[in-house]
């Protein structure tokens, strides 16, 4: 589907150049001589190559429509991640390219969200939130609870983040997957 320069949103999707982008900023600029044009900062799928380009309103570009089916994480092998379609119970496998960073999050019959193109798997995004065990943390340190300070911790999967204070070794806390920062205590 073609959109106009000044239809370009955040999250979409665009085929420019012959690759696959996803739109990360956008900023609408109104220069004091020329027209008016969106810049626009992107971000190779396959590759992670990141793109600034300018587009005018007149200027058309291919927004790519991606399919999100839902799958289960069954296990890892080597560099092989192994997935089941939730709707069909057919088996994929992914590799720890594709998936990224995300991986040290997943976790068995975890369900994720796998963004295909034309029947390709191009993106694997995870829930935004996951809840992990504290394995190791500093300790309490006496004369620090009045303000609201942070102590580094190992969460179960190997993961480093900082937690309050008040928060032990073997504490479930809600962990945000995108940044691996601490939400709250798990009730």
């Not at 990360?24 to 990141?50: C, I, N």
């Not at 560099?79 to 990224?100: C, K, P, S, V, Y």
């Not at 911790?153 to 480093?160: C, E, F, I, R, T």
Request: glycine share 6%; hydrophobic share 35%.
């Amino acid at each position: 589907m073609k959109i106009g320069g000044n239809d370009i949103k955040v999250g979409n999707v665009l085929e420019h150049m012959s690759k696959l982008w996803v739109v990360l900023k956008t900023q609408h600029v109104q220069p004091g001589k020329g027209g008016a044009f969106m810049q626009v900062e992107m971000k190779g799928l396959k590759d992670g190559s990141k793109l600034n380009e300018r587009f005018r309103s007149a200027d058309t570009v291919e927004k790519v429509s991606l399919e999100e089916i839902p799958y289960q994480f069954l296990y890892q092998e080597d560099n092989q991640f192994h997935f089941m379609n939730q709707r069909t119970f057919e088996q994929i496998q992914l590799t720890a390219d594709l998936i990224g960073e995300n991986s040290r999050f997943l976790s068995d019959g975890m369900i994720v969200n796998v963004c295909m193109y034309e029947n390709s798997p191009i993106s694997v995004s995870l829930p935004s939130t996951v809840i992990l065990e504290i394995v190791e943390v500093e300790p309490f340190i006496k004369g620090q609870t009045a303000t609201s300070s942070y102590k580094p911790a190992v969460l179960s999967n190997g993961v480093k983040t900082t937690v309050p204070q008040h928060i032990d070794i073997g504490t479930k806390i809600v962990v945000n997957t995108a940044d691996a920062t601490y939400v709250e205590r798990a009730k």
